[in-house]
């Protein structure tokens, strides 16, 4: 015999079905609030800026992600402005943060990890074998909805610029933290999108690895 399910059971299987992993199994993260102030002065974080692809396992403490986060493109001013410019403020880039447990969404403004997809996606964001072991990797995706009606040649020169000025924030703030981060173009982007569901509007534009330097 057939046995009824109620309305609200119904509701949460269906749920279930057509949720993304990344809601079922993820929460968002506040992160602490970001220490700005202390850190290596400029010239001595140039000095020792270099790029380095053999990372420890160690993970990144959470104010340590908090301020490596907002060190790239956090909000540093009242009116909304970040870390590092925009062309005519589009603030296009978006920051998605790979870690063992997930992919999650920079959310500057709230200072919040919003989930994108559970389960550790690390080998996803880029070629080499090291990214799936390092404890963070960054997909810089920029989003043309955002950018106006300008023509792709310019959306595709500023997304790139504008990933640039973040890329070198992270940079110096590992230079200035002593951490090991490298940039890196070798990216499947066409498994990028599919793996962190984005729209056509979506275009990964390079990743970043991070985390203490390999001893």
Known sequence: MRTKRSFPTFLLLLAAAVL????????????PKPETTGGKPLMQALAERQSTREFSTQQLS?????????????????DGKRTAPSAIN????????ATAEGVYLY???????????????RGVTGMQGFVKTAPLNLVYVADAARMGTGSEADKTFYSGLD?????Q???LFCASEGLASVVRAMIDR??????????PEQRPIVAQ???YPKK
């Open 90 to 97: 589009m603030q296009e880039i978006d920051i998605y943060v």
């Open 169 to 171: 924030n992270v940079y």
């Open 62 to 78: 959470p104010q340590v992600l908090s301020n490596l986060l907002w060190a790239a493109f956090g909000v540093n001013r009242p």
């Open 163 to 167: 990933t640039g000025f973040i890329a």
């Open 20 to 31: 993304p992993a990344a809601a079922q199994e993820l929460k968002p993260v506040a992160l």
């Open 190 to 199: 066409p498994g990028l999108v599919k793996a962190l569901n984005l729209r």
């Open 209 to 211: 690895t991070v985390g």
């Open 107 to 121: 959310d500057a403004k709230a200072n919040l990890l919003r989930p994108v997809a559970a389960g550790d996606l």
